[in-house]
């Protein structure tokens, strides 16, 4: 259900999608009022995205002033790679560092079935996930996986200058947090299951945005992708009961966007 977000002569509600250039869109957005923000820039020229372009410094900007005391962005992105990387990717997240951001983690999104090789190099199969915080998280849910062995061991301890190896009894949980390499399958069934989500050119893993909001936030916060594209941050946010609020200057995604919600939109009604 849509509720008023800002009281402004441009009405921004929550669970909504809106066309606009986002660094103009969050000017008019309250200042400190996002919980989470995932997203992933159109970087490098990679992919011709109708054409338009992108201000980097200004969304990032935009991005500390609407985020939280507390709040997280997650950044994902890869670098061209010809004749050498291009490290736009390292140069973007010093620049949040530059304007009040904490790199909080370096995550790594691992493509299981990349088909992209190269003749001179190993297979690229990953992205960068930049969690960016501002201030300290508020919220963590860690993701966990079960343990190859639980139960009380005795295991060897910090080595001190001696370099002897002391051993101590301590427990093995059951669960142990996963590392911060994530692996998804990509294209369809991998993906994403929605068919109309590949008219845009660029989808990352519903997987990925539903596990960083599990990960960062709790039902009822609120979770923003400023260029949301098809609307995989916005479908997951909606499925997870959080509010969202994307954004798109193209019309074209943002008519996908609204096509692959709505059918979840409405069997939550």
């Known amino acids: ?25 969050m000017q008019k957005m309250d200042a400190n009022s996002v919980d989470l923000t995932i997203t992933s820039p159109p970087y490098d020229d990679l992919r011709n995205y109708n054409g338009y372009s992108f201000n980097f410094e200004a969304i990032a900007d935009g991005l500390f002033r609407v985020t939280k005391r507390g709040g997280i962005v997650v950044w994902v992105i890869g670098d061209r790679i010809k004749k050498g990387r291009t490290l736009s990717s390292f140069r973007q997240a010093l620049y949040f ?93 991998g993906t994403t299951s929605d068919k109309i989500a590949f008219k845009h050119p660029a989808v990352f893993p519903e997987s990925l945005a539903s596990d ?23 479908k997951m946010a909606l499925l997870q009961n959080r509010d969202y609020i994307g954004v798109d200057i193209s019309e074209e995604y943002i008519s996908i966007a609204r096509k692959r919600i709505q059918q979840y939109a409405n069997s939550k009604v």
């Not at 921004?12 to 809106?18: K, S």
């Not at 639980?150 to 101590?168: P, Q, R």
């Not at 909001?213 to 594209?229: A, K, T």
Request: overall charge neutral.
């Open 1 to 25: 259900m849509a509720s008023d977000f800002v009281s402004s002569p441009f009405a921004i509600n929550v669970n909504e999608l809106y066309v606009s250039d986002c660094a103009e869109f």
């Open 97 to 189: 560092q530059k304007i009040g951001f904490s790199i909080h983690d370096v995550m790594i999104y691992r493509k299981k079935n990349t088909p992209f090789m190269r003749s001179n190099a190993y297979t690229n199969c990953y992205e960068f996930m930049f969690v960016l915080c501002n201030g300290s998280p508020k919220t963590f849910n860690p993701l966990t996986e079960p343990t190859v062995r639980n139960g009380y061991e005795m295991l060897v301890t910090n080595k001190g200058a001696d370099g002897i190896n002391n051993k101590v009894l301590k427990e093995l949980k059951k669960e142990k947090t996963l590392t911060n390499i994530w692996s998804y399958a990509v294209g369809l069934h």
């Open 212 to 234: 960083h909001i599990e990960s960062w936030s709790n039902q009822g916060d609120l979770v923003f992708d400023p260029m949301c594209g098809s609307g995989t941050t916005c």
